[in-house]
Nanobody, 122 residues
Framework: QVQLVESGGGLVQAGGSLRLSCAAS????????KAWFRQAPGKDREFVAA????????GYADSVKGRFTISRDRAKNTVYLQMNSLEPEDTAVYYC???????????????WGQGTQVTVSS
């Protein structure tokens, strides 16, 4: 069983930066792909970014390309999301997700964290 714990959310002004962290525990083979999703009030949860644990594949939603960067520290079993040039539209609960498979980066995740709130003020 994989457990994911997010941290690093908070309140920031537009144009500012935040770094989210997701610490994973459990068997590594069950979490070969890790991702960030977000859900704004009244909206569906949407894909933000993903990375395979080898680092060989990375994907981003068009809305965050050039502003957000996903990375991982294999020794710490932790994935990060560096968010720069934040906009009020980025306000959402951000969730970490993981799965054993290495196919699609964008869907079919098995494990989810509890979420961390990111609020961007204008």
């Amino acid at each position: 069983q994989v457990q994911l714990v997010e941290s690093g959310g908070g309140l920031v002004q537009a144009g500012g930066s935040l770094r989210l962290s997701c610490a994973a525990s459990g068997p590594t083979f069950s979490s070969q792909t890790k991702a960030w999703f977000r859900q704004a009030p009244g909206k569906d949860r949407e894909f933000v970014a993903a990375i395979t644990w080898s680092g060989g594949r990375i994907g981003y939603a068009d809305s965050v390309k050039g502003r957000f960067t996903i990375s991982r520290d294999r020794a710490k079993n932790t994935v990060y999301l560096q968010m720069n040039s934040l906009e009020p539209e980025d306000t959402a609960v951000y969730y970490c997700a993981a799965k054993a498979g290495l196919t699609s980066l964008y869907s079919n995740y098995d494990y989810w964290g509890q979420g961390t709130q990111v609020t961007v003020s204008s």
